[in-house]
């Protein structure tokens, strides 16, 4: 199963951006999003397409629908300038697919 | 929770590397342990599994054979074994737990770099 991801993106302070996941039929799978800010451990910022971890600030939500998953953060800030990485799992076998991930770049 | 990978380094095409990580703050038998790769511009890859209790381990098709995932439940403690090493190993390594399909903990990874 490939998940396929844009390199990049990018917004000003206070704007919103959204970041897509698209694979054959993903709205029949189950989408998890990961921040991977450089040098750190990846974080889960929104699981199960749209929940979302306590400690994640409301500004992250996720959605899914048809080919296309999304991660959306509205009023974007400089801290959330990192790589973005959407995962499923592999129906036919116990292992991850990860999407090969958008960097977001904070202007 | 933490989760402390070690071992990496920079080894020569064919060379062997163990790495390992320390998992702390969490019941570890209760968790599925992965590693995943991830090298600049291409992602994260899934590397290899080992199941809570250790009966079941997974690969993938580019590192089975000479790659080998173990765990000890005594220690919190999960390695990788590493042989026969190419240049297409290079990246860091990350190893994360999960109980579901998503994965609430990772370390921060350990570099490999395979070079002559």
């Known amino acids: 199963y490939v998940l396929t991801q844009s390199p990049s993106v990018s917004a000003a302070p206070g704007q919103a951006v959204s970041i897509t996941c698209g694979g054959a039929r993903i709205g029949g799978e189950i989408v998890h999003w990961y921040q991977v800010r450089a040098g750190q451990a990846p974080v889960l910022v929104v699981y199960d397409d749209s929940e979302r971890p306590s400690e994640i600030p409301e500004r992250f939500s996720g959605s899914n629908s048809a080919d296309t998953a999304t991660l959306t953060i509205s009023r974007v800030e400089a801290g959330d300038e990192a790589d973005y990485y959407c995962q499923v799992w592999d129906s036919s076998s116990v292992h991850p697919v990860f999407g090969g991930g958008t960097k977001l770049t904070v202007l | 929770v933490q989760l402390v990978e070690s071992g990496g380094g920079v080894v020569q095409p064919g060379g062997s590397l163990t790495l390992s990580c320390e998992v702390a703050?969490?019941?570890?038998?209760?968790?599925?342990m992965y590693w995943v790769r991830q090298v600049p511009g291409k992602g994260l890859v899934w590397v290899a599994h080992?199941?809570?209790?250790?009966?079941?381990?997974g690969y993938a098709d580019t590192v089975r054979g000479r790659f080998t995932i173990s765990r000890d439940n005594t220690k919190n403690m999960v390695h990788l074994r590493m042989t026969s090493l190419t240049v297409d190993d290079t990246g860091l390594y990350s190893c994360?737990?999960?109980?579901?399909?998503?994965?609430?903990?990772w370390g921060r990874g350990t570099p490999v770099t395979v070079s002559s």
């Open positions: 994360a737990g999960t109980v579901t399909t998503y994965f609430n903990y």
């Open positions: 703050g969490l019941t570890f038998s209760n968790y599925w």
């Open positions: 080992v199941s809570n209790d250790g009966a079941e381990v």
